[in-house]
């Protein structure tokens, strides 16, 4: 299996399965799932990091769960779309991923997305204390909606 970019992934996907989102950070791994048809998103789980393989094996658990076809990764790019040491970190847990297990990967720019599910709870209400318990799993459904809507638009 192979890092691939979002249309390449939907080219192989089956028609009926769903994707995971991650939105990985230095402590947690928020996770969300989209429904098979692929039109929505919901906020999953948020994982705390420990040592790689018992991540990946959690991974892998949730993935043959949910009958996942693939992985959408949240790619945190500095605002002028470079890349910096997040990216790296990221893009490594990738390529470790695919070496634990056979899946399907692709990144989606996920710049702001934990300021804007931040300041969505903050709207709605939530207590810091209840947004610090949603916030990464929350972001990881933000950045797959984006991902689903561009492979809704995409030819």
Known sequence: MAIRNLKDLKAILPPQASLLGLDVGAKT?????????????RPLLTIKRSRFAADAQRLRAIYEEEKAAGFVIGLPLNMDGSEGPRCQSVRQFAANLLAAFACELAF????LSTAAVTRRMIEGGLSRKKRRALVDKAAAAYILEGALDFLARAP
């Open 29 to 41: 791994i928020g996770v969300a799932v989209s429904d098979p048809e692929r039109r929505f998103a």
């Open 108 to 111: 989606w720019d996920e710049r």
